[in-house]
């Protein structure tokens, strides 16, 4: 996620910014911020069964590239914060708003790299370990549709995770970047707020987490469970 190269380029361009101003702190400034490149869709956005190009575009070019450029304006103020004299109200909106970001950035990646063309299934582990945990592939997919349309009047995320506090994976609910779990290590994320779907299916919420049920591939999720399972 983080390019070397881009890190000490980014602390150059911070280090030759704060020259030319002459900004002088009280504390020196933090370790040199990493510079946020967002990634680029994972897949054509012509070719996702249900969701069209436009949509998936400024889901992708607006909101979490949005996100990962507020990341690094975030983590740029906060090198230059001076946390021994700060307010507790600044330090706590900007380390807030940090967090927001950087899961957003997060989340968002998971969300794109669940798209595919559909028909899609878990390899044999995953498949395995969903049905120890949920009891069938068809209760768990029914949980996390449920859990999809719930969340339609309102916004989140709908996230399979495995927990390795609990040893299992569980679906976990989210009504914001932030809400988590300590320990999730997501496979499988549903955006649910009104920017993933508005374009296509207006406040058909529903219609469009059945799209995305559709549209599912399960590849990376595979291959990070499979990583969880090493680590
Ligand atoms: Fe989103």
Redesign the pocket.
């Known amino acids: 996620m983080l390019d070397r190269r881009s890190l000490i380029a980014g602390g150059a361009v911070l280090a030759a910014g704060a020259a030319i101003t002459g900004c002088a702190t009280a504390q020196t400034p933090g370790a040199a911020p990493a510079t946020w490149t967002p990634r680029p869709l994972p897949f054509d956005p012509k070719s996702i069964p249900g969701l069209s190009e436009k949509l998936l575009v400024s ?1 992708h070019d607006n ?2 590239a949005g996100a990962v450029k507020r990341l690094g304006d975030i983590e740029s103020q906060l090198r230059q914060t001076d946390f021994s004299t700060a307010p507790g109200f600044l330090i706590n909106g900007l380390k807030r708003e940090e967090l927001m970001a950087l899961n ?1 950035m997060i989340l ?1 990646e998971v ?1 794109f790299s669940c798209l595919g063309k559909g028909g899609s299934k878990p390899g044999a582990d995953l498949a395995r370990q969903i049905e120890t945990d949920f009891g069938s592939h068809d209760r768990w997919r029914s949980e996390f549709i449920g859990m999809g349309k719930a969340l339609g009047g309102g916004s989140g995320w709908v996230l399979l995770a495995w927990s390795a506090r609990m040893g299992r994976l569980i679906n976990q609910w989210a009504s914001d970047h932030t809400l988590t779990a300590a320990d999730g290590g997501v496979l499988v994320a549903l ?1 649910m ?1 009104e ?2 779907y508005h374009i296509d299916y207006g406040a058909k919420a529903a219609d469009y987490v059945n799209a995305y049920m559709g549209a599912l591939d399960w590849t990376v999720a595979d291959k990070s469970f499979a990583a969880r399972q090493k680590s």
């Open positions: 889901h909101n979490y957003s968002h969300y955006d707020y920017h993933a």
